[in-house]
Structure formats: structure tokens, C-alpha cells
């Protein structure tokens, strides 16, 4: 009876184990990239001589994400920004989507390497470009939208910070809304049965050792104008890693050992948002004034939601 008993127990928590880790029925399927729509990782160019550096994709496949629950960072932050980016509109969760989303492109990008936008470098970030085909049971395209959370490392000590993109909101005045497109750019980017997002940030490295991360959660969600409620749906998540450090060479000892390269550890930096970014220079680095002058180290704006790469 008490070998029974534990079987049963060992039985349903192995159930409830699947149940956890199984994605809802109904969740859209995602498919790519391919070939060369897909690189993982790119070296930095354009360094200070003695630095090296890498942008790096994180995570390394794209991830889907169920229909985030109450509470959710996403939620939150909605909550918290709506008064100001997006007044009266509120966000539920609701049912997982049905249909398929292509990653077109999801690309690790040097911009030393692949210019783009006017950018200053050294500078790394990532492409993506993806594309959700609506199955017959899902809502029509005229009523999805896609809405982004984006959270990046550029808080007080390296803290996180996460705001719905874009940040600020760059809509028309009078008709703020919650979504990465405007409404214009939602037709430019739809037909009848599929909508396409496009998305370049970047980071520029302003220091030396340098450490960013950006991760950006992307949902496709519906909406009831009238009422002002946005329902989440499923998504995916992507991001990038930039990361560069100091290379010092050490001597050779008096018995012929070489220690090869000494590599200082990378530590987080604090740097403002938006355009016109400060650099922050290091004393103890070879940047020194030069790099004072360097621009943005994460550009978010409207324009790199523009395709820069062909």
C-alpha cells in the first residue's frame, strides 16, 4: 500500500512537471532563421589598440514565451508608463495565438564592420526582422498588434532597467498608444494575413572594460480601441551581449615563462538613454578624452526600428 502510495505521488508530480514545462496547446509555431540570416557572434571592431571585443546573441536561439501571467515585468511596467506614454490603456493576459512566426533574420551585428544609421563605433547590437502568419481560428491582422518590453543594463551600478519600446513614446500627440509601431508603420508592415516586425538597437561601447546586455520580450496582442484594454498574447524573446575588455601583455621572466595575456574582468557602467548619450570615460583606461566623445550607448530610438542592413 505505501509502495502504491509513493507511485501515485512520484506519478502525478512527474505530470505536473509536463505540465509546467509544455507550452499551451494553441501556441504559434516558430520557424528560422536560415543561413546567413543567422549569426551568433561578431567581434568588435574599431577598439582602442589593446582591447578586444565581441556582440554576442543572447539568447542564441530565439525562445517562445507563453502568454505572460499577472505580475509579469511586462504588466508592471505597463502600469507604471500608461499615464504618460500611453494614457488609459490597460494590459491583460489572454489565450495563446495559433499561427507561424518566421524569423526572417536574427543577426549579430558589428556596426565597425556594418555601418548603419550614422552610428558611432565602436558599436555592436543585433537584427531582427520576423514575420507572424495568422492561422484561420486567430484574430484578423487588423486587430494584432505587436507590443515589445526591452530591459538593458544601464541603470544606477549597471541596475536593470525595462520600458515598453519605444521609450519614449513616439506616436502622433492625441493618439499615444502602446504598440512598436504606430498605426502608419503597422499597414506599411502587413498584408491581409501576415505583419512583420523590424528591430536594429544597437550599444555603443563607451569604455573600456565595457558590458552591456539588452533583452527584449516581443508579444503579438489584441485590443478594444473603445475601452482601451490591450490583451497580451504569446511572443518571443531575443537579445545581445557587448562585451570588450583590456588585453595587457605580460613579461617574459628571467626563466623563459611567459604568462601569455592577462585579461581584466569586465565590469558593469552606468549610461544615459536616448540620442545624444555622454560617454563615460575611464581614467585608468586608454579611452581617456578620446572616447569622450563617442556618442550613444544603447540607441533605441525610432529610427533603429528601420532596417539598416539590406
Known amino acids: ?16 512537471i509536463l505540465s509546467v ?26 577598439l582602442p589598440a589593446g582591447a578586444t571585443g565581441t ?27 500608461a499615464a504618460t506614454q500611453f494614457p488609459n490603456w490597460t494590459a491583460v493576459s489572454g489565450a495563446a495565438l ?3 512566426l518566421t524569423i526572417n533574420e536574427y543577426d549579430a551585428r558589428d556596426y565597425a564592420a556594418e555601418p548603419g544609421g550614422g ?16 492561422a484561420a481560428a486567430d484574430p484578423t491582422i487588423a486587430n494584432l498588434r505587436f507590443i515589445q518590453l526591452f530591459t538593458k543594463n544601464t541603470g544606477t551600478n549597471g541596475a536593470l532597467e525595462s520600458h515598453i519600446d519605444p521609450f519614449p513614446n513616439d506616436d502622433p500627440s492625441g493618439n499615444k498608444l502602446p504598440w512598436y509601431w504606430t498605426e502608419a508603420e ?21 569604455s573600456i572594460p565595457f558590458n552591456r546586455t539588452a533583452r527584449f520580450e516581443t508579444y503579438l496582442a489584441t485590443f478594444n480601441n473603445n475601452t482601451k484594454v490591450a490583451t497580451i498574447r504569446d511572443g518571443w524573446s531575443w537579445g545581445y551581449d557587448v562585451k570588450a575588455v583590456k588585453t595587457v601583455k ?11 595575456d592577462d585579461v ?32 550613444g550607448a544603447f540607441f533605441k530610438r525610432k529610427v533603429s526600428r528601420k532596417r539598416k542592413k539590406s
Open 264 to 295: 581584466e574582468a569586465v565590469k558593469e557602467t552606468t549610461i544615459s538613454d536616448g540620442d545624444d548619450i555622454q560617454a563615460v570615460p575611464e581614467p585608468a583606461t586608454i579611452f581617456g578624452s578620446a572616447m569622450a566623445l563617442g556618442c
Open 1 to 16: 500500500m505505501i509502495l502504491l502510495r509513493k507511485l501515485s505521488i512520484a506519478t502525478a508530480g512527474a505530470a505536473t
Open 186 to 206: 503597422h499597414t506599411a508592415n502587413s498584408t491581409a494575413t501576415t505583419m512583420t516586425f523590424i528591430d536594429s538597437p544597437s550599444s555603443a561601447v563607451t
Open 98 to 100: 495559433g499561427g507561424i
Open 55 to 81: 556582440v554576442t546573441l543572447n539568447p542564441a536561439v530565439v525562445k517562445y514565451l507563453a502568454p505572460p501571467k499577472a505580475g509579469a515585468t511586462i504588466f508592471t511596467r505597463f502600469k507604471a508608463e
Open 250 to 260: 605580460r613579461a617574459t621572466t628571467s626563466d623563459g615563462w611567459s604568462g601569455g
Open 119 to 134: 552610428l558611432s563605433t565602436p558599436r555592436g547590437g543585433a537584427d531582427m526582422k520576423a514575420t507572424y502568419a495568422r
Open 21 to 46: 514545462l509544455s507550452v499551451p496547446v494553441s501556441a504559434f509555431t516558430i520557424k528560422g532563421p536560415t543561413g546567413a540570416a543567422y549569426d551568433l557572434s561578431d567581434p568588435l571592431g574599431k
